[in-house]
C-alpha cells in the first residue's frame, strides 16, 4: 500500500492535476490534510491518478462522526480498492472545544468504525505518546506520526513492533543558506509548539523546555525540517528509515503563504506550485 516516500500536502490545495503530477513524479502516496468525515475531494484525486495510494493526515476525529467517515471509506474503496487509507487523529484541546480525553474519545471512534465495516487495516493513527502508538498496534494498521524526529521513529518501532505501518512526515527546505533555512516558515513551527502534544512528544525524545518555547530553538528545528541541498535532505529522510520506519511522507516548506476560499481571510496556507514541485522533482530524482 505504500512505497518509501510519498507527499504530504493540504487537501485544499491539492488539485487533481497536482496529484498526478505527484504520481509522474513516481510517489507512491499522497497524504492529505484537512479532510472532514465526508472525505470530499478525495474522489477528484483518486480519479486523476492511476495507483496512487491518498490517505488522509489527518482526519480530526473533532470534523465530523466515524459513521460517515467509515460511508465515505467504502465510497472511496469500493471505487479505488487498495488505494485509499483512512488516517485519523484526536485533535488538540488548544484548536477543539470539543475536545475530551484522547485515549476514550479515540477508542470510542475506532468502535464505530468497526460498526461501519472499516478494516483494521484501512485505518492508521497518528499517534505521538505511547498509550496512541499501543491503541495503533492493537487497532490499526499502523501509526503516520506527525513533526516527529528519527529518534522518536525507532522508539515508535520498538512500541509497535515489526507487524504494523509506521510512516512519519518530515518537512523539508531546499536551501544551502542554514540561516536562511531556518527562517523558512519558522511562524508554521512556532504555531505547532504551541500544542501541548507536540510540546511533550518532543520533551519526550530529549528536547527541553527551552527548545519547545516560542518559535523553537534551531537545534529543534534542524530535527524537525531537513534542510541543505539535496543530497542532504535525502540522508536526513533516509535516517527514519533507518531508525525502522516503512515510509516517509515529505512535507516541502516555503515562506509563500496565501489565503484560500472557505478559509477565515487570517488563516493563510502555503502555496504549492511550481518552485515546491521543483523539489518534489529533485527529491524523486533522488530518492526513488
Known sequence: ???????????????????????????????????????????????????????????????????????????????????????????????????????????QYLDELDAGGVPVDGRAIAALGPKMLALAAERAVGSIPYSVTPEYTRRARAALGSGRILAPEHKVVLDTDPVRARQTNRDYIEAMLNLRHYRNSLRRVGFTDEDVTGRGSDRLYDALVAHGDVNTIAGKLTEHLDAGADHVAIQVMTNDRTTI???PKDITVQVYDDRVFAVYKALADELL
Do not use: C, K
Open 1 to 107: 500500500m505504500m512505497g518509501r516516500f510519498g507527499v504530504w500536502q493540504p487537501l485544499r490545495v491539492t488539485t487533481p492535476e497536482m496529484a498526478a503530477q505527484i504520481e509522474g513524479l513516481g510517489f507512491s502516496n499522497l497524504w492529505v490534510s484537512g479532510a472532514t468525515s465526508e472525505l470530499a475531494g478525495v474522489d477528484e484525486l483518486l480519479e486523476a491518478t492511476e495507483s496512487l495510494v491518498i490517505g488522509t493526515s489527518v482526519l480530526n476525529i473533532w470534523h465530523g462522526g466515524a459513521t460517515v467517515a467509515a460511508a465515505s471509506y467504502h465510497r472511496l474503496t469500493e471505487r479505488f480498492p487498495g488505494r485509499f487509507l483512512l488516517g485519523i487523529g484526536a485533535g488538540h484541546p488548544e484548536q477543539n472545544q470539543e475536545f475530551q480525553s484522547p485515549m476514550a474519545s479515540i477508542t
Open 261 to 263: 476560499p472557505g478559509l
